[in-house]
């Protein structure tokens, strides 16, 4: 009996030991959701499908961050530019006045030394003299006063053009032909001092965007985004006055090499971007893209692609029904 319970025993650790063993010789399960389905069609096939691919190459891609800001009204520099022309109307007309007066003084002292007028006469032009003195510094006084508010509200750039002679400088927003614009940065960026133009879009997207020139430092910033402020002009004829502006700023000293994606080329599925690689004359596979820059000509890829690289340009659509054909489970033959 012992003899029988002892064959037993040792059969059932061999069984156990085995079954460990063959555990762990069991390939593990390959739980990576990236791997994509490889796809096989023949030349004749893609070529009825219409599938045609371009070879990347390598580009340099200036670093951009967002900022924002909106269209300004210049009707308060406007107010400012009249008040300054009626100070210098006024100013020119009381030094006219203060100078002929001053030629009268002068006229009745000579008579008055040379007994032909009376003092009473002299001492009337010293008063008129010291009221038209007053009123030339008084005109004077506004017009500075006037250029010192304009500084304080919108810094020397648009101070110069707004009271300067030449009004043609600001002539260009009165006439619409271009429109200003103040620009916030985030608190923690900074303009590059080599930056002379940026790309701006009302509605975010970077593909339509337009180039703004740099006018000058904003003297003011606003008052939630507490960063640098600039001033930009362009000459977009769909922003208009008080719109919300999306700016794209060069990053300071920040060069990256990569890739760049035309738009046509990117497809969408369940919400992700990617496009299809040829990996050989008859194969594609589907490469996801997490990471990209939107620019004007595409998006910008530093790592998931590389030059020379073939991606699929048209036919993608046709890839894709076919992985997604090959990814239904078939049915069991009764």
Sequence with gaps: MSTLLIVCFLSL???????????EMQPPEDHNDNVQSVIK??????ELSGIETITLKSVKYQAEFIANGKAVNIHPLLALRNRYLIALTENASAKAKF????????????????????????????????????????????????????????????????????ADKLGVFLSRRKRLL????????????DIRSI??????????????????????????AQGESYYFQTDDKHIITGMNITAWIPEQNVQL?????????VMWHMGQAFVYLKTAPNTFVRRIIDQYSATAEGYFIADALHPGQQIVATGGQMLLSEELRGQIPKEDDD
Excluded at 41 to 46: G, N, P, V
């Design 41 to 46: 069609l023949d030349a004749e096939t893609q």
């Design 13 to 23: 650790s061999l069984f156990s030991v085995n079954s460990i063993a063959d555990d």
């Design 199 to 224: 790309y701006i879009n009302t509605s975010g997207d970077h593909s339509k965007a337009s180039k703004a020139e740099l006018v000058s430092v904003a003297a003011l910033t606003e008052t939630v």
């Design 99 to 166: 100078k002929q007066a001053e030629q009268n003084v002068n006229r009745q002292e000579n008579l008055y030394r040379h007994g032909v007028s009376s003092k009473r006469n002299l001492q009337e032009q010293q008063a008129q003299w010291q009221t038209y003195k007053a009123q030339a510094d008084a005109a004077d006084f506004q017009g500075k006063a006037v250029i010192d508010e304009a500084l304080v509200l919108w810094g020397k750039q648009l101070t110069d053009w707004a009271l300067s002679s030449d």
């Design 182 to 193: 103040h620009i916030t940065l985030p608190t923690n960026k900074h303009l590059a001092d």
């Design 257 to 265: 090499a990569g890739v760049i994606i035309p738009k046509f080329a």
